[in-house]
């Protein structure tokens, strides 16, 4: 299981600290995964403070739609520019988890089964949480970075000798977002998921 890191001790910095596990049930880094509710995102302060750090790395912000499907629709704008295969990726993401599932269930919390767990996280306007970023990282073949206004960095490294990162903003406390390099494509390439069909064949991100 990949690690998990936290990125500087400043405004979107940079020091690492490690924790294996999926840490699940929580949505993102800090809140819990949630049944189907839509996230609202950042004030208006937040949202500028992130903005800006952003700026400070030469990157934007991306937005998506806010139903409940923000991280893998994010994580579909990393992938392939737009938010079409949310679903998709969805699907994918509870397939690994299903497949692997010993790696996972020691972390579902509330007492709440593997078999609800996964059936409840498939459904559209589901929540992400850890887990679900964990294993798409995997399913996608790439880390994964989360900007948070005010707060270091924090990863999600399954290949830690790859220079591949998928970047997503978290905010206030319930919306994901896409982060855009305007200097830099969507990661099309070999390695991850395809549009729409199984997963595209390669050993992962280039080392």
């Not at 923000?70 to 994918?92: K, T, V």
């Not at 593997?114 to 850890?130: I, K, L």
């Not at 490294?157 to 305007?182: I, K, Q």
Request: with cysteine.
């Amino acid at each position: 299981m990949a690690r998990a890191k936290h990125q500087g001790k400043g405004k979107g910095g940079s020091a690492r600290a490690a924790n294996p596990s999926p840490r699940k049930q929580r949505h993102g880094p800090d809140n819990r995964a949630g049944t189907t509710r839509h996230g609202t995102g950042a004030s208006g302060a937040e949202e500028a403070e992130l903005r800006d750090q952003l700026l400070d790395l030469g990157l934007r912000c991306k937005e998506v739609g806010a139903d409940g499907n923000c991280f893998f629709r994010a994580m579909c704008d990393q992938r392939w520019g737009d938010e079409a295969e949310h679903m998709h990726l969805r699907s994918l993401t509870l397939e690994y988890m299903r497949a692997n599932r010993d790696d996972f269930e020691p972390f579902i919390e509330d007492d709440e089964k593997w078999d609800a767990y996964v059936e409840r996280m498939g459904e559209d306007g589901t929540w992400a949480g850890n887990m679900e970023l964990q294993a798409a990282s995997l399913v996608c073949m790439t880390n994964i970075c989360v900007h948070q206004a005010g707060q270091p960095r924090w990863e999600i490294v399954n290949f830690p000798t790859a220079d591949r990162y998928y970047h997503v903003t978290y905010e206030g406390g319930d919306h994901y977002n896409s982060v855009r390099d305007p200097a830099k494509k969507p990661a099309t390439g070999s390695g991850g998921p395809r549009r729409g069909g199984a997963s595209a064949t390669g050993s992962g991100p280039s080392q």
